[in-house]
């Protein structure tokens, strides 16, 4: 039987088992394909568990062991030892009913950073809803109707929000653009606790918020909504997210990260200060 451990643990060790493969299967000289067909799988495959993207069989990762020339037992067991971590049960393996794949793996992403930067241009992030929020966002998007997968999408959605009390919580720098606090999700009511939420949470020492004012001519982020993603392991590169209706990307090339890195900075520089964002909150919620 697996382990059950802190998503975010095994997601780690399930990217750093596969940049640990890669490494030994360039370093060998051998093809995605050849390696592929040494554990009877696709190229594809290969390339997905490179990735982290799909869970290991040990048996398979043995295989490609001994192709990649590592026959020191000693070296053996500690990539083996990696595979039965990265194969740990994450809590949210429970809810796979309601959240597709994709969606899990930025599950464990997020749990596993040290620093989530992200915007936001129609929903307050996903980290800072309440539950009524989150309940009267999903509803409205359609596509669930079902009342009891509505309330497993939003259960979900409060256990996500743990991450930021955790002992070793990430550092949040969210800049919500301000039509997501004039957008009348559920009323009045609802949208003032929503935005009660967002002050209690600016108290936060791991929690930086930050308006982008409506009317803003030097908008940096044409292409909508999106997060960096940053680890404390070296061998980690940072990790762009980006959610669309029906999967999300996944960008990890530098120079990629680095557009987006360059984008947040200036986000972050040309939105309200934590300290005048809270001013208009307080001033958003006396209008509602």
Not at 25 to 33: D, F, K, L, M, Q
Not at 159 to 175: D, G, H, N, S
């Amino acid at each position: 039987m697996n382990a059950t451990q802190a998503g975010g643990g095994a997601t780690v060790r399930r990217l750093l088992l596969g940049s640990q493969l890669r490494r030994l299967r360039e370093a060998r000289g051998v093809s995605r394909e050849e390696a592929g067909y040494s554990i009877r799988a696709s190229e594809s495959k290969i390339s997905r568990m490179e990735l982290g993207r799909v869970g290991f069989k040990e048996r398979d990762v043995a295989d490609l062991l001994t192709l990649y020339g590592v026959e020191a037992d000693q070296e053996r067991d500690s990539v083996l030892g990696l595979v039965r971590a990265a194969n740990a049960t994450s809590w949210w393996q429970g809810y796979g009913d309601v959240l597709p794949g994709w969606f899990q793996n930025y599950l464990g992403l997020e749990e596993a950073a040290t620093l989530i930067r992200s915007y936001e241009v129609q929903f307050v992030h996903g980290l800072l809803q309440t539950a009524a929020y989150a309940r009267s966002v999903i509803t409205h998007g359609g596509h669930v109707t079902e009342t009891e997968e509505i309330e497993r999408r939003v259960e979900v959605r409060l256990k996500r929000q743990a991450v930021l009390t955790a002992e070793r919580a990430p550092r949040l720098l969210a800049v919500l653009d301000e039509a997501v606090l004039r957008r009348p999700w559920g009323g009045p009511d609802l949208m003032r606790a929503q935005v009660d939420r967002l002050l209690e949470l600016t108290e936060l020492p791991n929690v930086v918020l930050q308006v982008m004012p409506l009317g803003f001519g030097g908008l940096r982020a044409e292409g909508g909504a999106f997060s960096v993603l940053t680890f404390d392991e070296q061998d980690l590169p940072d990790i762009v997210y980006l959610e669309q209706f029906t999967t999300a990307l996944y960008l990890d090339k530098p120079a990629e990260v680095a557009e987006y890195a360059g984008a947040m900075d200036g986000l972050l520089a040309d939105s309200l200060s934590p300290e005048r964002t809270r001013e208009l909150l307080r001033s958003v919620r006396q209008e509602l």
